[in-house]
C-alpha cells in the first residue's frame, strides 16, 4: 500500500478511534461483519483494489443497516402473554394457552405452575420463578426479557384477569417507558370459582359477584362495604381467599353479615384445591357453615334467596320455572321428589306499573291514523 494510504489510513484510525460514538459503531461492524452480506461487500471490494477507508465504510453502511434491521425484528417479536392455566388440572389449560406455551421463549411464574405447561414447552425455554407474592418482581422480569426482543408468556392461576397477572403487566406497560411497542395479549382460563361452582352443582345460576377477604391491597373497610352490599343485593356471592395463616377472623365477620340479610337456610357450598388431587367439595346451610372448615385454597359461594339444595348438589334457578318445576303432563323419572319452586316475590311498583301500561296499549283504544302534511292536504 503506499505510503500515503497508510497515513491516510492512520489518520483514519486516529479519528475513529478518538470519537466514542464511532467506536461502538465499529464494535456493530464487527459483529456484522461475519455476515455474508456484510463480509463478501468487503472481501469485493478489497479485490477490486479500493482504498481501505472505501471498503470499510461501505461494510460499515451494510453493517449498521443488518443491526438496525435485526433489532426492528426483534421488537417486532417482543410480546408478553398472560395466560390463565385454570385452577390446577391439566385438563382444565384452555388449547389456547397450551400454543401460547409452546411459543414462548421465556415462561415467568410462580414454580408450583410450571408443572402444568413443562410437558409442551420447546427445547431451550428458560423458566424463570420469582416466588409467592412477588408478582411486581414477575412483571418486571417479563417487561426487561420482552424488551430484549423475547415472547414472554407469564403464567397465572386461574383466569389471568380475576386476581391474577393480567391488570399489573398493563398498569406497569403504562407506567414503564420505553415499552409502548410491547404487544401485550390476555389468554382466558377456567377460574378457581368457576370450576367450583361446577363441582357444587349449578350456584352461580343467577347474577353473582366475587369477593376477596385478602386486605393486603384493599383497606378493609371497604371490604366490609362490598360484603354488604352484596348480601342485601341478593347476589350469589364467591369467596376468594376467605383465610390465611395470618387472617382468620374476616370469614366469621362475612358469616355474621350475611345472615342479617339473608334465611339462614340459604345454601353455602365450599371446595378445597378445586381441580387437584387434594379436592373436597362440601355444601351446607349459611346457619350451619363453620369457617374452621376452610383454608387459603377453598373457595366459598354463598347462594341468593332463590338458591336450594337438591341430591346433595346447590342450585341457583335461573327462573325459567315460575309455578311449576316439571313440565306438566311429562312424566320425572327421577325417583327422588322435586323440591317446591322457591316463593315468588311480588313485582316492584315501578315494574307494575309498567305491566299495566304495556296491557293498555295493548287492549286499549288504537291511536287515531297519521294525518297527512298540511302542505299536502287537497284544497
Known sequence: MPHQGRAGWSGFRFSLFASRRIAVVTCAFCQAAAEDDAWKVVRGAKE???????????????????????????????????????????????????????????????KYYFQFVEPYLKPGTECVDTGMKKERERAEEAFRYAESGKTVCVVSSGDAGIYGMAPLIWEMKRERSGSEDIEIEVLPGISAFQKAASLLGAPVGHDFCVISLSDLMTP??????????????????????????????????LKELFLKHRSPETPVGFVRQAGRDEQQVSVTTLQSFDPEQVDMFTVVIIGNSQSYLYQGRFITPRGYY???????????????????????TPPAPGQGIMVEGFRAIAGGPQPPPPQPHPALRPA
Open 322 to 344: 315460575r309455578t311449576t318445576v316439571a313440565t306438566p303432563g311429562t312424566p320425572s323419572t327421577d325417583s327422588t321428589p322435586a323440591p317446591p319452586p322457591p316463593p315468588q
Open 48 to 110: 477490486q483494489n479500493s482504498s481501505f477507508r472505501e471498503w470499510f465504510l461501505r461494510g460499515l453502511r451494510i453493517a449498521i443497516s443488518n443491526n438496525l434491521r435485526n433489532f426492528a425484528l426483534n421488537m417486532s417479536k417482543a410480546k408478553i402473554i398472560v395466560a390463565g392455566i385454570g385452577p390446577g388440572s391439566p385438563q382444565d389449560v384452555t388449547p389456547a394457552v397450551l400454543e401460547a406455551v409452546r411459543q414462548a421463549d421465556v415462561i415467568i411464574g410462580y
Open 220 to 253: 378493609w373497610e371497604t371490604i366490609e362495604r362490598r360484603i354488604v352490599a352484596a348480601a342485601m343485593a341478593d347476589f350469589v356471592t364467591a369467596v376468594y381467599n376467605p383465610k390465611s395463616n395470618g387472617r382468620y377472623w374476616q370469614l366469621y365477620r
